[in-house]
């Protein structure tokens, strides 16, 4: 699978088209009810990139505040996170505060997996049942699979025309912005935070070179 991160020709008609037609897909093939992509920066700097409905962007804004729960530990120490009864010893004991919360949205099991490209992760696919049901042995192959496809999708859809212009109404990376977008790029090309940045301007620049200066209108620091 190409991770080529080259500007595109033309541009998808929504923000991040392809991460959301597969995490759409993911939930019409597996049990689960409801799914979300996070992007971070760091653990405390992070967005949705896709929400399939407000329980799902619940699950994720609930972890965020309370800084506990299986899609930040999925993050956190880079393996999947399946809970298939939030209810269970298990998961009361490991995250509290998250557990008493998630089972009043209506969410009986939660499933996390990392997205990273063989190096740190930079998001997590986000999953949750209605109830207390493991996933088969066929739909958690299938759930990995998905969060590797994923994991390419959002980099080579990481657009600056989306991602970073403060002015765009879809509301793409409203916490953390360029740093969210930098956190990506560092993580998933393995090189530092000021290089990701480097690139970044490179592609604004590039994307943008036929409309005129865009820098100061992103927030990015000139050369």
């Not at 939660?110 to 493991?134: K, Q, R």
Request: with cysteine.
């Amino acid at each position: 699978m190409s991770t080529d991160l080259s500007p595109r020709e033309s541009h998808p008609s929504e923000p991040f088209e392809v991460t959301k037609q597969l995490a759409r897909e993911l939930v019409r093939e597996t049990g689960v009810d409801g799914v979300g992509v996070a992007v971070f920066a760091t653990e405390s700097t992070r967005d949705l990139v896709y929400a399939s409905d407000g329980v799902a962007e619940e699950l994720d804004e609930t972890q965020f505040t309370l800084g506990e729960g299986p899609c930040l530990d999925a993050f956190r120490f880079d393996r999947p996170e399946l809970h298939a009864d939030m209810a269970g010893g298990e998961a009361r004991a490991r995250w509290p505060l998250f557990t008493a919360q998630v089972l009043g949205l209506g969410a009986a099991s939660v499933y996390a997996y990392p997205l990273g490209g063989g190096g740190s992760p930079f998001g997590v696919l986000e999953l949750y049942g209605s109830s207390p049901v493991s996933l088969a042995p066929s739909e958690e192959v299938k759930c990995r699979s998905y969060a590797h496809t994923i994991a390419h999708a959002v980099v080579s859809e990481l657009a600056p025309v989306y991602a970073l212009t403060s002015g765009s109404d879809v509301g793409v990376f409203r916490r953390g912005n360029v740093n969210i977008a930098c956190g990506i790029l560092a993580a998933y090309q393995r090189i530092s935070t000021a290089e990701a940045m480097v690139r970044l301007r490179a592609l604004v620049g590039e994307i943008f070179a036929e409309v005129g200066p865009i820098v100061d209108d992103v927030g990015l620091p000139h050369r």
